[in-house]
């Protein structure tokens, strides 16, 4: 083999590297992300299925928790609130964590006890709130402490995981059908 066909045939290896590079690497990351997601552990929860991110190898991701988009359209999660089991609508719209009177109940705040002057915004109109802050909202390992949140006397069927429990996580990130929330 003369100089110049080894030159072309070093020339023609590097390409071929390159190209490996180029196309089949991004390929094989994106196959590892959707195996990261199909990895996840199912647990149902209240008809709100939340997964407990995980490796490749299955090991758990610690302080992540993968939310999967319910028939509905929209994103749903079965929390334990300081205690209490509270099933929240994500609402990235929504500036604070809003809880129904019933839940409010529930979690032993005694709503009926609590001073409703904050005008709240929403998309039925105009409603009073009261503002309380919640001592922990934990979504699988994802867990967030003092919490500002408002309790909505009336004009709130479901409560809504708002911007300040999502606003402390270190990211959350839509990925198709699933909500993958970050600590």
């Not at 590097?14 to 094989?28: D, K, Q, S």
Request: avoid cysteine.
């Amino acid at each position: 083999m003369k100089g110049t066909d080894l030159i072309a045939v070093g020339i023609l290896a590097v390409g071929i590297g390159a190209a490996v590079r180029f196309f089949i690497e991004p390929a094989i990351d994106r196959q590892e992300a959707r195996e990261e997601t199909a990895a996840a552990v199912q647990t149902e929860t209240r008809n709100a299925r939340v997964s407990v991110a995980s490796d490749i190898s299955g090991a758990p991701i610690a302080n992540a928790a993968i939310l999967r988009k319910e028939n509905d359209g929209h994103f749903w999660a079965t929390a334990n609130v300081d205690g209490t089991s509270i099933r929240f609508m994500v609402d990235t719209g929504a500036s604070t964590v809003a809880l129904t009177f019933r839940d409010a109940q529930r979690m032993g705040l005694a709503p009926e006890s609590l001073d409703y002057r904050w005008a709240i915004r929403t998309a039925g109109g105009e409603v009073k709130g009261a503002s309380v802050l919640i001592p922990t909202i934990r979504i699988g390992q994802v867990e967030v402490e003092n919490v500002e949140g408002m309790v909505l006397r009336d004009g709130l069927s479901q409560s809504l995981l708002g911007m300040t429990f999502l606003g402390e996580l270190h990211s959350y990130e839509f990925r198709q059908h699933n909500l993958i929330l970050r600590q």
